[in-house]
């Protein structure tokens, strides 16, 4: 979601509609979550990436988006009570605060230069923030901050009371009884060791977890105490330890690879069969952030839990592949293969391994899928993904994968430092090394437009063609570095590099560079992209932007995602439908039918609701939000939603249909319209209802 920072308080709709793209993993949205905070058992908050800020009212039954007034990364968030919270944004370093629980947020103060990675409040007035060279407190609530010079490289915080509180720095726990008043420096018996969480029981029993280094090797230690910090023990596990908490003196749960639980107070630790970076207990209820943008749930410590936010899969798809408008696949970490039958409203996993590994590329060969990857390895299967057959080539490193024609098809990587292309003249039932390249390190795409014409990028500044069924390859470009990838459309190719395109429309004899986007101090690296004509294209960026041209690629528009998640693919069946892949499992269909009405789990409104459009004023594009009452399900002939001038002519038709009960949103876009007051209506049946919005230019 992208957002105008502004000064002002920033008021909140709590569902929001992007009326094209629309997140499919996971569901219901996904981007990046870095922390998670229950203040009782229904009421919740998550943030994360993209200035995502999540909330539930029914224990995580059903999330909504709440608009958060940033799109920068939102690390941590502190509720003091369900109305007032504060979160920092991680790269602007501003700190957020609220009073109506979440409705509104207002930008309270700016850390910079200094910064903090955690908030803790213990009052109103009193908190604190860790994370920077020395602690920070405040005294106004967040709006100006002071350095606590004898509490040195802070990076956790805990307070077990209002008054008894812990800080923890490097190789060291700071102790308070006085409300942080006062600090006593209580060293750790550990090498460079820094104290990711912290816990406390009681006053006396206290717990850490954390990263050392011994010697230059990195060790992950549970650290252990019962007389306030004055002597420990621990246990050392193999993974990085974020997060603890302990119920009782003897039942203790820590986050590592797995999360991990003791029963005789730390001694001894067993592994659960859940992931889980943060966690929140709540009585007997557990909530834990997984996989990076997944959030599970648990009422029986661990023994069980189901995902709140869904995901088939959270790691990273590296590149995905339709084959037409219902089937679409998708391949990444873990030799991973995911996908859908149904234009991706159901995803299955089809292929894992707990080998960490990744496959890079996966295409369609008529009804055959096939995918390759790191090590040299190749699957095909032959039945819709039910089974695979696994073979190697002798490759380090296999980038991509196409297939010309039943027969003759193409594998680009790497071997031992080398460029290769390896080619099957039999389907895929055998391939045969066809070229090394000694002045490139690796081939990482190819592309053919037709038999006669194919293209493939070098690392890192090669651009190769063939016009000879890819038996030859000679280079056309080499004054370029580190291209993205190819799209092709008869004799016209499209290469993205940094924030540009390089396109030819004469295969490849002359060539025009236009620029996609300029963000001023921001390069998010060479775009993925994709044509379905000579004139429709889409490229996609590595913050989770979408571009869109219909011109051939020289003017490229930004199209409203919900992601801010990094897309390492793109594809398109036609100039409407397609999908974007990336890290933490993100996959996003761009649909134009597609019409957001509200988890499945979520209660139908009861009464009509048609909500005052935001912003307001507007120039020129404004939303407008409606619900439609369960009750009325049975009654409703048609919906119609229509803008008037001052005059009360009819200046644009919104909505004209047939529509369920439920929660929508529009998009009204106004180019053409001069400055003035303006009126949409609302007409379901006998309901009628009209409010005022304000068009400046």
């Known amino acids: 979601m992208r957002t105008l920072k502004i000064s002002l308080l920033i008021f909140i709709i709590p569902i929001t509609l992007f009326a094209q793209w629309h997140w499919q993993n996971p569901t ?40 958060s007034g940033t799109d920068d990364l939102i690390i941590d968030i502190f509720f003091l009570s369900e109305d007032i919270g504060w979160f920092l944004s991680y790269s602007d370093r501003e700190v957020y605060k609220t009073t109506d629980g979440g409705s509104s947020w207002e930008i309270i103060s700016n850390l910079s230069p200094r910064y903090a990675y955690s908030l803790w409040f213990i009052n109103e007035m009193k908190g604190f923030a860790v994370g920077y060279q020395y602690l920070l407190s405040t005294t106004d609530g967040g709006v100006t901050w002071n350095e606590v010079n004898n509490v040195y490289s802070t990076s956790s915080i805990y307070f077990y009371t209002s008054n008894v509180g812990f800080v923890g720095g490097l190789n060291s726990i700071y102790s308070t009884s006085n409300g942080g008043n006062t600090w006593i420096n209580l060293p750790l018996p550990t090498f460079e060791f820094t104290p990711s969480a912290i816990f406390a029981h009681d006053q006396y029993n206290i717990y850490v977890v954390g990263t050392g280094d011994f010697q230059g090797e990195p060790y992950y230690a549970f650290l252990k105490s019962t007389n306030s910090g004055y002597t420990w023990s621990g246990a050392n596990f193999n993974y990085w330890l974020i997060d603890v908490y302990f119920t009782s003196l003897s039942d203790g749960w820590v986050c590592s690879d797995k999360i991990y639980k003791t029963t005789d107070g730390g001694s001894n630790w067993t592994a659960t069969e859940f992931e889980g970076s943060h966690f929140q207990f709540i009585e007997n209820q557990t909530w834990a952030i997984s996989g990076r943008n997944t959030i599970i749930y648990s009422n029986d410590f661990w023994l069980t839990a189901d995902q709140q936010i869904k995901s088939v899969f959270s790691g990273f798809l590296w590149n995905g592949a339709a084959k037409d408008t219902n089937v679409v696949f998708a391949c990444g970490s873990n030799k991973t293969i995911v996908g859908s039958f149904d234009g991706g409203l159901t995803w ?25 990857g790191a090590g040299g390895v190749i699957l095909n299967s032959i039945n819709n993904g039910i089974s695979w057959d696994e073979n190697y080539v002798n490759a380090t490193w296999l980038s991509d994968i196409k297939f010309i024609n039943d027969d003759l098809g193409f594998i680009v990587g790497s071997i031992s430092g080398l460029a290769c292309i390896y080619s099957t003249k039999n389907g895929g039932d055998s391939w045969e090394l066809q070229q090394t390249f000694n002045e490139y390190s690796g081939i990482e795409g190819i592309e053919f437009a037709s038999e006669n014409l194919g293209w493939m990028i070098a690392y890192s500044n090669g651009l190769l063609k063939s016009a000879d069924l890819g038996q030859t390859w000679n280079v056309v470009v080499d004054s370029i570095y580190f291209f993205g990838n190819i799209a092709t459309s008869g004799d016209s190719a499209w290469f993205s ?8 429309t004469n295969a490849g004899l002359s060539w025009e560079s236009f620029r996609v986007f300029n963000y001023e101090g921001i390069n998010f690296g060479a775009g993925r992209i994709d044509f ?43 100039v409407k439908r397609g999908w974007t892949f990336g890290d933490c499992g993100t996959i996003l269909k761009r649909d134009p039918n597609y019409v957001y009405v509200g988890s499945e789990e979520q209660d139908s409104p009861k009464e009509f609701i048609l909500s005052q459009n935001y912003p307001n004023p507007f120039n020129p594009v404004t939303k407008i939000r409606y619900e439609i009452p369960g009750q009325a399900r049975n009654d409703i002939d048609l919906v119609t939603l229509k803008v008037y001038d001052i005059l009360g002519r009819e200046v644009a038709t919104l909505v004209n249909e047939e529509k369920p009960a439920g929660q929508y949103e529009v998009e009204f876009n106004s180019p053409n319209l001069p400055s003035g007051i303006y009126f949409y209506q609302l007409k379901v049946g006998l309901f009628v209802e009209t409010k005022k919005m304000v068009l400046i230019k």
Do not use: H
Not at 497 to 504: A, D, F, H, M, S
């Open 28 to 67: 219901p949205f996904g981007n990046g979550l870095s922390d998670i905070q229950f203040l009782t058992t229904s009421v919740g908050y998550a943030c994360g990436s993209g200035g995502n800020l999540i909330k539930t009212t029914n224990g995580g039954k059903t999330w909504f988006e709440i608009e």
């Open 348 to 372: 299955d996993k089809y292929f894992e391994s707990t080998e960490q590994t990744y496959l890079n590329s996966i295409t369609f060969k008529g009804n055959e899928i096939w995918a390759v």
């Open 497 to 504: 590099y940094g924030r540009n395109v390089l396109r030819t």
């Open 532 to 574: 379905v004509n000579s004139k429709v294209g889409y490229l996609s960026t590595g913050d989770g932007r979408v571009f869109k041209t219909q011109d051939g690629g020289e003017i490229w528009i930004e199209e409203e995602c919900p992601s801010a998640m990094p897309i390492q693919a793109i594809d398109f069946v036609d």
